[in-house]
């Protein structure tokens, strides 16, 4: 796509190569111990830092954001969580420029693949540049409740949201839904876009009726049930492999989104006794979580580290989980307490500036 990966440092893990920070000099075709000479900073890591410029757009300027995610408009009394930037260590994020991504991709068509934390980024891209052209031709296609596409027309590059819970495929069959680990029918229409941000974790442990399956199957076996964080590490292989079969890395570039924590219990963050995030109104100081990582962190790494083809991990999990007030809390259109999802606008903007970094 010639689109200025050169500019970036890529920590490789294995064959694959897993966005993290940003160098001096050109990546390009250098080997692993050229890169790691290189004066690299690690853009995921660092600190949340008060800044009055924020946030990006006004988020009730934008008509895109679902009820879910748009928190000022159902009633958010405290507006702080709106104003803090993530400051690397060693280095600035540069500022989402939305006339400048538009500019840039023209022509292009970006696709976001995966479950409600997929559409949550999808929607921040959405109102980034929604912002910078509020007056322009801008279209909404949605199909079959699958896919809904925003295409900017002036500039030709759409934006589409694909729903799809564990990325491999949910068969109905005669004994009910099957949970189907080695197939992914959809790769057939993913890898005809530019741009693919893929995201699955937030359903794998889901039981009950919430459950979307009844039955999983590995091969020609099929089970009841299995545990669970195995099942994601053979699905999340199966797409691997996709990657390395049906993707052509000189037309499309490929990132995975890391995993997006949720903040139900205090006690992760040292605030023993504490159940949710509505009294959140500040980010965690500092550059650690005191729990540490998730276990599907690891999981998502190592699978990535058998990638041939490149693959650019947007390393979000930890800057996220610092930011425990950045939830809808109560102050949704749907009701409940949603500590899993973001506001619009909020943290996921800071998603799509790291992924904006990484493509220019």
């Not at 068969?171 to 009910?176: Q, S, Y």
């Not at 197939?183 to 530019?194: E, H």
């Not at 509505?278 to 990582?293: A, D, F, H």
Request: aromatic share 12%; charged share 20%; proline share 5%.
């Amino acid at each position: 796509m010639g689109m200025g990966i050169e500019s970036f440092c890529l920590v490789v893990f294995g064959m694959s190569l897993i966005f993290s920070c940003l160098c001096l000099g050109k990546a390009g075709n250098v080997s692993m111990k050229a890169r790691t000479e290189q004066s690299c900073c690690n853009m995921f890591e660092g600190s949340w830092v008060y800044d009055d410029s924020y946030p990006l757009y006004d988020s009730l300027a934008c008509p895109h954001i679902r009820k879910e995610f748009d928190c000022l408009k159902y009633g958010r009394p405290d507006h702080h969580y709106l104003k803090y930037r993530w400051q690397p260590n060693e280095c600035d994020l540069p500022r989402f420029d939305g006339q400048d991504f538009l500019r840039r991709f023209m022509g292009k068509k970006i696709m976001f693949i995966g479950d409600s934390v997929s559409l949550n980024h999808w929607q921040s891209l959405v109102c980034l540049l929604h912002s910078v052209v509020p007056q322009s031709n801008i279209t909404r296609e949605t199909n079959n409740d699958t896919t809904t596409t925003f295409t900017f027309q002036d500039y030709g590059v759409s934006v589409t949201i694909f729903h799809s819970l564990y990325l491999v495929d949910i068969d109905l069959e005669e004994i009910g839904r099957v949970l189907k680990l080695n197939s992914l029918k959809n790769g057939d229409v993913w890898k005809n876009y530019d741009i693919l941000i893929f995201n699955t974790w937030l359903w794998w442990y889901r039981k009950g009726i919430k459950q979307p399956w009844d039955y999983i199957q590995e091969g020609d076996t099929i089970y009841k049930d299995m545990d669970r964080m195995s099942a994601f590490r053979k699905g999340l292989e199966t797409w691997a492999k996709w990657v390395d079969s049906d993707i052509n890395p000189e037309k499309t570039e490929v990132f995975f989104q890391g995993i997006s924590p949720s903040h139900y219990n205090g006690t992760e963050w040292d605030e023993p006794g504490v159940t949710n995030c509505l009294k959140e109104t500040v980010p965690i100081n500092g550059s650690t979580y005191p729990s540490g990582l998730p276990p599907a962190t690891t999981v998502v790494k190592e699978v990535l580290n058998n990638v041939s083809n490149p693959v650019y991990l947007l390393d979000i999990t930890t800057l996220s989980q610092l930011r425990k007030d950045a939830h809808p809390a109560i102050y949704s259109g749907i009701g409940g307490m949603d500590c899993t999802h973001w506001c619009v606008a909020g943290l996921p903007d800071t998603w799509n500036q790291l992924l904006y970094a990484a493509l220019i």
